[in-house]
C-alpha cells in the first residue's frame, strides 16, 4: 500500500498546471519559502510549515506528479524537506536527478537547495523529466516609488511557434543545464524536428533562416554578439551560442519549453505563479 499523504498543513498553496514556469520568478513571499512545479501542477510551502513534498510518479500519492507515463520514475521518487535551515531534496527513487551543471544526486543521496530557481531533471532511460524548484530568498530593499517614470517594456521577446520550436531544439543543452552547453548543429535540429514533426518539411535551410531571422530582429532592438562583423572569425557557435544566452537571460526560453521536444506541449503559458 502506498504511504499516504498527512493533511496539509495552513499557508500551503497548490500550483495550477497553468502555472509559468518558475523561472520567470515567484511572487512577494517570506524568504525560504519553496515552490515546486512540473507540468502537472505543483505546490508553494512556507519553510516554516511542518511538512515535506513528495513527488513522484503516483498521483496523488505524491505532492507533485512527475513522470507520469514513465515507469522507470520511482511512484515515490524524491522528497523535499526542511531542516530547520535549509531545504533538501533526497532521491528515494531509482533513476538519478540530474543537477545543473551535471551533478547527479544517485538513490539515498541528499543535497542542500539554494535559495534560488533550480530544474532537476529525472534521467530516465526514455526521457528527462523536468521539475523546477525555486527557494525565494530576501527580499531586496524596498526601492523609492516611481510613479512618474516611463514604463519599462517587457523583457522577454516575442517568437513565432515555429520560431520557438528550433531554437529549443537549438539550445536543449542550455534548457537542460548541462555543464559546458553547445548550440546543437543545423543538421541535428533538421533530424529532431523532420522526427517530431515529419509533414513540415524541415531542412537545414529552413532551420537556419528561422534562426537567422531572430537574430536580426534582436539586433535591431540593441542586442549585441548577434552579427559576424562584431564577433569576428572565426565565428563558430559564438553567434548561435550569443542568441541564445539572451534568450535564456531575458527568460524567453526556460526548462519547461523542452515539452515541445515531445510532442506535449501546448501553448506556453507566460505567467508566474500568483
Not at 195 to 204: F, I, M, N, S, V
Request: aromatic share 4%.
Amino acid at each position: 500500500m502506498p504511504e499516504a499523504l498527512p493533511p496539509t498543513p495552513e499557508g500551503v498553496r497548490l500550483l495550477a498546471a497553468e502555472t509559468g514556469s518558475l523561472a520567470r520568478g515567484v511572487p512577494p513571499v517570506r524568504a525560504g519559502t519553496l515552490f515546486v512545479l512540473s507540468r502537472h501542477g505543483g505546490i508553494s510551502v512556507p519553510a516554516t510549515a511542518p511538512m515535506e513534498v513528495v513527488f513522484g510518479r503516483r498521483e496523488p500519492d505524491v505532492h507533485v506528479c512527475v513522470g507520469h507515463d514513465d515507469r522507470h520514475v520511482s511512484r515515490r521518487h524524491g522528497v523535499i524537506r526542511h531542516d530547520g535551515a535549509h531545504w533538501t531534496v533526497r532521491n528515494e527513487g531509482q533513476a538519478p536527478i540530474r543537477f545543473p551543471g551535471s551533478q547527479l544526486l544517485l538513490g539515498g543521496q541528499e543535497e542542500l537547495l539554494p535559495a534560488a530557481y533550480t530544474p532537476l531533471f529525472i534521467v530516465t532511460p526514455e526521457r528527462e523529466h523536468l521539475l523546477e524548484v525555486r527557494v525565494a530568498g530576501t527580499p531586496a530593499t524596498p526601492a523609492r516609488p516611481q510613479h512618474d517614470a516611463s514604463t519599462t517594456s517587457p523583457v522577454t521577446w516575442v517568437l513565432s511557434e515555429p520560431e520557438r520550436l528550433v531554437l529549443v531544439a537549438l539550445g536543449q543543452r542550455y534548457l537542460r543545464h548541462e555543464a559546458h552547453p553547445q548550440p546543437a548543429s543545423w543538421s541535428a535540429v533538421t533530424e529532431e524536428l523532420g522526427a517530431l514533426r515529419p509533414g513540415e518539411h524541415w531542412t537545414d535551410k529552413r532551420v537556419s533562416h528561422l534562426v537567422a531571422e531572430v537574430r536580426r530582429r534582436l539586433r535591431e532592438q540593441g542586442v549585441a554578439g548577434l552579427t559576424r562583423d562584431e564577433v569576428g572569425e572565426p565565428v563558430g557557435n559564438a553567434l548561435n551560442h550569443n542568441l541564445l544566452a539572451e534568450l535564456l537571460i531575458s527568460t524567453t526560453l526556460v526548462p519547461t519549453d523542452l515539452a515541445v521536444l515531445d510532442g506535449s506541449a501546448a501553448e506556453n503559458p507566460r505567467s508566474t505563479p500568483e
